[in-house]
């Protein structure tokens, strides 16, 4: 299945995709896709809906994150060998883990740069939504506490993450910096995580395009590196990380993001994000 979440921010309604690509409306069926309807109990009765009975939605509604703000968002940092040797930095040895503050936003709001933004950059990564919680998740078990997966784009600030110290949380925290979706497609429909390409324009250029085979540590090794360090929980988010072809890593000169860029981006499969930037307005 094709899960989405549609309406005005903080007032979104749980949706599925049917057959020919339109939004039918699930609220009769459940409150919201948060932690408690990610498992895979809820899920099987999602399944089991007749669709086609199901609200049609129009097409000119806004989609917001496909999963409710119910968990945290856990990212992988340098997890792609070509994006650690863009960066300058070693390639790591164990994931690098990290949380990314603040509230998923949907996949075509638009994105309001900080105040006096410098070096704000893009990051398409695989997201991974937790459905069934776990610690010490064994790695033959970790794909079955996956509900599904879904787009995100990492947007960060660079100069806060790494001229302010060295945070990488307060570098990409900023309201607006983890667009989500559009749908979260479940994890039947995905026969292999790590087989995945993925992309990302900026003003119509390609600047990422590769595929999750090229991940150090795949989708399994991921959940379960993290549930030997803290308890996963239903509506987690883990962003797996980034291909090379950031801003911060293009030749001879970095190139970040501008009031009027317009940024698309996608993963096979699991549907495209776009989104315009704006500048801060008090």
Not at 205 to 217: E, P
Request: proline share 7%.
């Amino acid at each position: 299945m094709k899960l989405a979440r549609y309406g005005a921010s903080g007032a979104e309604r749980p949706a599925v995709v049917d057959d020919g690509g339109r939004l039918r409306d699930l609220s009769e069926h459940l409150s919201d896709l948060d932690g408690e309807a990610l498992s895979d109990e809820a899920m099987r009765r999602l399944a089991a809906l007749d669709i086609a009975t199901l609200p049609v939605v129009g097409r000119s509604v806004r989609l917001g994150p496909p999963v409710a703000s119910s968990g945290r968002i856990i990212c992988i940092g340098l997890n792609y060998r070509d994006h650690a040797e863009e960066t300058g930095l070693p390639i790591p040895r164990e994931p690098v883990v990290f949380l990314k503050g603040g509230r998923p936003s949907g996949p075509h709001d638009d994105i309001r740069l900080p105040r006096g933004s410098e070096k704000a950059d893009w990051e398409v990564e695989l997201a991974v939504v937790i459905g069934k919680p776990g610690l010490y998740v064994r790695r033959e078990e970790a794909l079955s506490h996956i509900a599904g997966y879904s787009v995100f784009n990492d947007v960060s600030e660079r100069a806060y993450q790494m001229d302010r110290g060295g945070q990488w949380t307060k570098g990409k925290s900023f309201p607006g910096f983890a667009p989500l979706g559009p749908f979260l497609v479940t994890r039947d429909e995905i026969e292999d995580p790590s087989n995945l390409h993925l992309w990302l324009d900026v003003n119509g250029r390609r600047f990422q395009d590769s595929t999750t085979a090229n991940l150090i540590f795949d989708v399994e090794e991921i959940v379960s590196y993290i549930s030997q360090f803290f308890a996963l929980e239903a509506g987690d988010i883990i962003a797996t990380g980034t291909p090379s072809g950031v801003g911060l890593g293009q030749k001879p000169e970095p190139v970040f993001l501008k009031p009027g860029d317009q940024i698309a981006l996608g993963i096979d499969g699991l549907g495209m994000q776009g989104q315009r930037i704006l500048a801060w307005e008090e």
